[in-house]
């Protein structure tokens, strides 16, 4: 009889990442590896770059029938620039692959390219290359793409520390009525706030609120954090899903994904200067970093209450 398989919690995604990050070692042109918004790429040095690739599913990050091939192709790279923001990087240059259905493949890939195009001029990002196939599948679009880092150095998940206060770039919760397929890639926020503060820790919030700011504390050496009740920007969609499903504003602000705003943590003294403003942005400080690991929410009454990250995963069953 043959032993069960020794590698059995590879239940979710993150568990899965974590598998292969562990059986990947970091070869000698790595700076950063897996596990980060993007990898950090270093041949000389002085000269890092930037490299990260997304790829989306007609029925998942989209419905192809019902958005349009130019709404999925924006939506692909924006995604990427995301990513790119969330180190406070410069896009440069992306590739993009495609497997589009044998039916209107033309038509579809045009239309790809014709949404896509725009965000990328808006952006200065090069189209340089790609793959392009047909099946008998629905659309799958792959982006790749590459950046450079910030004089500062790119800001990674690790580095938030005790103390340190946690701020968001926008309003949370239900981008699921539309607002995910028009992400703003926060890209020169990122910029602003780099020239302005040190940021210790930065990540763009895809999965959640909750799910992101976890990473951001497991990869910072397994902190905790402390988010306050009222202070979570909770974005109207949010209110409407919660009049048509029963979970209320604040669940979904706290663990919808597909917002892309960026989540950041600063030491105290620069978060007083965030606080007393740095226009035109509009930030929201939601919380704190701890000692203690997990996240946990204050009541305005001072109760805290342990918040547990329903966050999305892809391969949650
Ligand atoms: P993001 O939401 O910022 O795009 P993900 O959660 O998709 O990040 O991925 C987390 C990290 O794991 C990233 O560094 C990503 O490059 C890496 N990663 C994801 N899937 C794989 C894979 N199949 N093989 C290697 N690295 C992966
Ligand atoms: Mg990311």
Excluded at 251 to 261: I, K, M, Q, T, V
Aim: hydrophobic share 40%.
């Amino acid at each position: 009889m043959t032993n069960p398989p020794t590698n059995a919690p590879l239940a979710g995604e993150f568990a899965l990442i974590d598998w292969i990050r562990s059986r990947t070692p970091t070869g000698p042109n790595t700076l950063l590896g897996i596990g980060d918004d993007c990898a950090i790429i270093r041949t000389t040095p002085g000269d890092d770059w930037l490299v990260t690739t997304d790829m989306l599913m007609d029925g998942r990050h989209f419905v192809l029938d019902r958005d349009g091939p130019e709404a999925a192709g924006r939506k692909a790279l924006a995604v990427n620039l995301s990513d790119i923001a969330a180190m406070a990087g410069t896009p440069v240059a992306a590739t993009v692959s495609v497997a589009l259905p044998k039916t209107q493949a033309r038509e579809i890939a045009q239309g790809i390219h014709e949404g896509l195009s725009p965000l990328a001029r808006r952006f200065n990002v090069d189209l340089v290359g790609g793959d392009t196939n047909g099946w008998d599948g629905p659309l799958v679009i792959s982006v790749t793409l590459f950046g450079t880092c910030p004089p500062q150095g790119a800001v990674t998940r690790a580095g938030a520390r005790p103390g340190d206060q946690i701020f968001v770039t926008g309003p949370l919760g239900g981008s699921l009525l539309g607002r995910h397929l028009h992400p703003e890639p926060r890209v020169l926020e990122a910029k602003a706030l780099i020239e302005s503060v040190s940021i210790r820790a930065m990540i763009d919030v895809s999965d959640g609120l909750v799910s992101d700011l976890g990473h951001i504390l497991e990869e910072s050496g397994g902190l905790g954090a402390a988010l306050d009740l009222s202070h979570i920007p909770i974005h109207e969609d949010a209110r409407l899903m919660s009049q048509a499903d029963q979970r209320s504003p604040l669940d979904h602000a706290l663990n919808d994904g597909e917002d892309f705003e960026l989540c950041f943590v600063v030491g105290p003294e620069e978060a007083m200067r965030l606080k007393a403003g740095l226009h035109p942005l509009v930030l929201h400080h939601v919380g704190e970093v701890q000692s203690e690991a997990g996240i946990r929410i204050r009541l305005a009454d001072g109760t805290v209450r342990p918040i547990v990250s329903q966050g999305f995963d892809h391969l949650r069953p």
